[in-house]
């Protein structure tokens, strides 16, 4: 077997860490013969709990999870750490925008900035979960100056989730079937889901989903709300926000950074921007990415319509909004 890989958790007594901690150590993103130290991070007032999640994971008896420490000490969390999930942090309840949680975030990310640039390897893959994701990927990123800005990404999976899974329902066909859905911007009711070079198979046959789905107006109108809106209908619904949906695609994630993807196909992810597609320069900003030896690339020369370009160019616009408060926060 090879030598374990170490990989921090935070927000590990909360909704999603539950549901994410079994797919990790079972196997499900690093490897089904990979084994795992899992470092677990929440707050002092959280530290039963957590102690709870610990017995189960014990009780769970998984083969490939060889040690678990939990604490509060975001260095203890991070030390030599390959891989992190930063996943704690308030979620938002009914009525609220993400972009609402950056007061009381934001701060959370610029701590474990820098304590991830002390302690963590530098070679450390960190995803952020916690809301509001691009920006905190973004402060997170800024505090860590002496680790790669292309080691953080922020989590837009869910929503390529959720759109491919709309397209599916739609054509009833498996959610298998649908591919190279993308998720452009901001994790937020302003990021724009494209399809427009997204590809299905029907009865046998790979042809484009627009083509396939045979009405525009559902596609430029109903499908981009309802993706973009999801997040706010399941805290409706359940009265807490996704979790099992966010854990899941969390280590979609992650598992396809680790291992790359398959093909032609790409996946999306936040990533440090450096003005691909006409997008400024430094804001964590989703694009459609391919991943080879852990390293993801931006898909380049997709075509840009005048429709695209006016929904790519207003999720960037509120990136750079939160960008600007949350240096204000930062700075205080
Ligand atoms: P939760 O309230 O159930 O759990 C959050 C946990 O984080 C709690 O245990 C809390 O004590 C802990 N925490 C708070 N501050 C911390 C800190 N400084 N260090 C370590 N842990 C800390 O929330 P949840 O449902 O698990 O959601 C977590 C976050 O993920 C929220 O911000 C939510 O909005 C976000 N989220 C993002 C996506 C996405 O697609 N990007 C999807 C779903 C949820
Ligand atoms: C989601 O998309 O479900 C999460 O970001 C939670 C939220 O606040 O919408």
Known sequence: MSEAVK??????????????????????VFGSDQPIILTLLDIAPMEG??????MELMDCAMPLL?????????????????????????PRREGMER?????????????????LDTVAKKTVKVVVVGNPANTNALICSKYAPSIPKENFSCLTRLDQNRAQAQIAARLGIPNSAVSNVIIWGNHS?????????????????TVPVPEAVKDDNYLKNEFLTTVQKRGGEVIKARKLSSAMSAA??????????????QGDNW?????????AYGIPEGIMYSYPVRIANKQWKIVEGLEIND?????????????????????EICNQ
């Open 99 to 115: 972009k609402d949680l950056l007061a009381a975030n934001i701060k959370i990310f610029k701590s474990q900035g820098a304590a």
């Open 66 to 90: 060889k040690e678990v420490i939990p604490t509060c000490d975001e260095k203890v969390a991070f030390k030599d750490i390959d891989a992190a999930f930063l996943v704690g942090a308030m």
């Open 307 to 327: 429709f695209a370009r006016e929904k790519m160019d207003l999720t960037a616009k509120e990136l750079c909004e939160e960008r600007a408060m949350a240096e």
């Open 49 to 54: 709990v957590l102690n709870g999640v610990v």
């Open 189 to 205: 009711s302003t990021q724009f889901p494209d399809v427009r070079h997204a590809k299905a198979i029907v009865n046998g046959k």
């Open 7 to 28: 990989v921090c958790v935070t927000g590990a007594a909360g909704q999603i860490a539950y549901s994410l901690l079994y797919s990790i150590a079972k196997g499900d």
């Open 248 to 261: 899941k695609a969390t280590a979609d994630h992650m598992r396809d950074w680790w291992f790359g993807t």
């Open 267 to 275: 996946v999306s992810m936040g990533v440090f921007s450096t003005g």
